[in-house]
């Protein structure tokens, strides 16, 4: 079974920046999948894809965070990033990473919080 670890996350002010890793592995075997995603979700809300990023390095971004976030992937150490720009509060999320499309098991997240 896939386990997908992210970390980077913690509290920022308006305008920060924070980067944000995963990592996938399997029976403690680090993995590559081509095709990942970056996902949030805030309470009560449904959780929303961020970034995606394929296994040649194509990327798409929702309209609300293009040009303040960029998806990357290290092919040496199988690490997928998140650069998350001029944060807002409503970037205020738990993230997560997965397959793109994503499997039915999910990770911890990292909790991002962007604070006045």
């Known amino acids: 079974q896939v386990q997908l670890v992210e970390s980077g996350g913690g509290l920022v002010q308006p305008g920060g920046s924070l980067r944000l890793s995963c990592v996938a592995s399997?029976?403690?075997?680090?993995?590559?999948?081509?095709?990942m995603g970056w996902f949030r979700q805030t309470p009560g809300k449904e959780r929303e894809l961020v970034a995606t990023?394929?296994?040649?390095?194509?990327?798409t971004y929702a309209d609300s965070v293009k040009g303040r976030f960029t998806v990357s992937r290290d092919d040496v150490e199988w690490i997928i990033t998140l650069q998350m720009n001029h944060l807002m509060p409503d970037d205020t999320a738990v993230y997560y990473c997965n397959r793109y499309p994503p499997l039915p098991t999910w990770g911890q997240g990292t909790q991002v919080t962007v604070f006045s």
């Open positions: 990023i394929s296994g040649i390095g194509t990327t």
């Open positions: 399997e029976s403690g075997i680090k993995i590559r999948i081509a095709n």
